[in-house]
């Protein structure tokens, strides 16, 4: 467990921080940016859950974890993803997320055209949180150029923004109260 006595230790004021296995970076490396959109990810979806309640709420409970483990993978350098003494995103939780999906999209209306975010207060926190998602996506993509990045930690960040786009289509009535786009609508 982890236990924090002292909240501010001066160690970032020179624009550095630590990693899992305590080397220094720059707030501006990949890595820091990857996790730090990630952490920021976990943020909105907090803020989504302030309008859920029961499974809905459940779930980001858990990706909230999930994130947490994430932003942990991403913290720690190196290239052996399945070493157990390192917390990494593993299979089993993109399975799970795949999985609660396939349940969630079965019971949608079908798309008829492409969704503004909107409809429920839940529905368009989770469209914030979507896009939040895919771009620590498009971070963690970034850092994958110069560094190696656990590739399930990729799928996970992937399969969620999925997830969140499907589930505040559930919190949509299942669809019903979807906000459609209407191309050209205000020409």
């Known amino acids: 467990m982890v236990k924090l006595n002292k909240i501010y230790t001066r160690g970032g004021d020179t624009g550095k921080t630590s990693l899992v296995s305590g080397d220094r970076v720059l707030k501006s490396a990949p890595r820091v940016a990857a996790y730090g959109t990630v952490d920021e990810t976990n943020a909105t979806i907090g803020l989504a859950r302030v309008h859920t309640i029961g499974e809905a709420d459940a779930a980001l409970s858990r990706i909230q974890n999930d994130l947490f483990d994430l932003g942990a993978d991403l913290a720690t350098p190196g290239e052996d993803f399945e070493n157990t003494s390192n917390l990494r995103i593993v299979e089993a939780q993109v399975a799970r997320l795949e999985h609660e999906i396939d349940l969630l999209n079965d019971r949608l209306l079908p798309l008829t055209s492409f969704i503004l975010p909107g409809g429920t207060p839940a529905a368009a926190a989770l469209h914030l949180s979507r896009t939040v998602a895919r771009r620590a996506e498009r971070d963690m993509v970034t850092m994958a150029e110069t560094e190696p990045v656990n590739p399930a930690a990729i799928r996970y960040i992937n399969r969620l ?27």
Not at 163 to 187: E, K, S, T
């Open 161 to 187: 923004s999925d997830y969140l786009f499907v589930l505040a289509r559930h919190l949509n009535d299942n669809g019903a109260q979807d906000v459609l786009w209407v191309p050209g609508a205000n020409r």
